[in-house]
């Protein structure tokens, strides 16, 4: 039998991480998690530490020739739990590393990155992004972003490996991140009052934005990687702009807890100020095969679900100790 491909997936035990090495593993591939710390549970494959942000280029260098991946998917660089000034730490120097390791290592893997919908910045209301619109980021995690998927591109165009960027819509599904708009209404969902009705605090609801669910990211993720197309930006969402109030309704409903939703400015955690996003899906289509097949009511359902697990194991190991 062929021995499996492998593949590296840098920040495999975040968010989108988790999901990009669930989907790589079905497709076949041997994979390796790498991230700064061990999860707190498995995530069903190899882990590597690495801290790509503060380790020398030579450490991973020498992580990359000791691996030796067919595929790399670069997946680090959230937005979350980072200040505006952490940006730059967080969303551009660890892909700069990386490419500075890949040029020491001599290797040439498939590189695929991950970019974020946020690099094209405020466009006009009923506008649809692509890979042809000019990005003009508004937001420091956006201008980060935007730096790590120009500089992706330069070196694959460049001749000096075989990758693509796929620029990420906003993402909705199970694990995203408490500190996320749909982690901190479940949180108030779940700290109801004693009447039992829970009280939801958020910014202004005005925005439309383009919603994903992260499971469909993960298999753009794996179209890209085994497919030869190279050079390429193309973009990942479901071609919709939904209103954020959307999302909020779904989950509220779903939970079945009688809630009391108030906005007001300054209620919440806001890295950007794009109040629309939508775009364009057909090239991935036409150059990956690719189609959103989750629906953003599954997306809130499921993020739910999740939800209740992940803090009930996390209630339960507290009372444990």
Not at 21 to 45: H, K, M, N, Q, T
Not at 145 to 158: E, G, I, N, P, Q
């Amino acid at each position: 039998m062929p021995a499996q491909p492998s593949a590296l997936v840098l920040g495999g035990t975040g968010f989108v991480g988790r999901h990009v090495c669930e989907g790589l593993d079905r497709s076949g591939f041997d994979v390796v998690a790498v991230a700064r710390r061990p999860p707190a549970d498995s995530v069903g494959d190899r882990f590597r530490p690495l801290d790509l942000g503060r380790q020398p280029v030579g450490e991973v260098a020498a992580v990359l020739a000791e691996t030796s991946p067919a595929v790399v998917v670069n997946a680090v660089g959230s937005i979350w739990g980072h200040s505006d000034p952490e940006m730059w730490d967080a969303a551009a120097a660890p892909t700069l590393r990386l490419l500075d390791a890949l040029a020491l290592s001599g290797a040439r893997p498939r590189v695929i990155h991950l970019g974020s919908v946020l690099e094209y910045g405020r466009v006009e209301a009923g506008t649809t992004m692509g890979a042809a619109t000019a990005a003009r980021p508004t937001s420091a995690y956006g201008r980060a972003k935007l730096a790590a998927t120009r500089a992706v591109l330069d070196r694959v165009r460049a001749g000096r490996f075989d990758g693509m960027v796929l620029r990420a819509a906003n993402l909705a599904g199970p694990g995203s991140p408490d500190v996320s708009l749909l982690g901190r209404v479940a949180t108030r969902l779940a700290q109801a009052g004693p009447d039992g009705v829970a009280r939801v605090e958020l910014d202004p609801l005005l925005a439309r934005r383009d919603y994903v669910d992260v499971r469909d990211v993960a298999d753009a993720v794996v179209a890209a990687a085994t497919t030869s197309l190279s050079g390429e930006l193309v973009d990942i969402g479901r071609g919709e702009s939904v209103p954020v109030r959307t999302l909020v309704d779904l989950l509220i409903a779903r939970s079945g807890v009688p809630a009391r939703v108030v906005e007001r400015p300054g209620a919440g955690i806001r890295h950007s100020t794009e109040e629309w996003s939508r775009v364009d899906i057909a090239p991935a289509a036409r150059l990956l095969g690719w189609r959103p097949r989750r629906s953003l009511a599954e997306a809130v359902e499921d993020f739910w679900h999740d939800f209740l697990r992940r803090h009930h194991t996390t209630d339960q190991k507290r009372s444990a100790h």
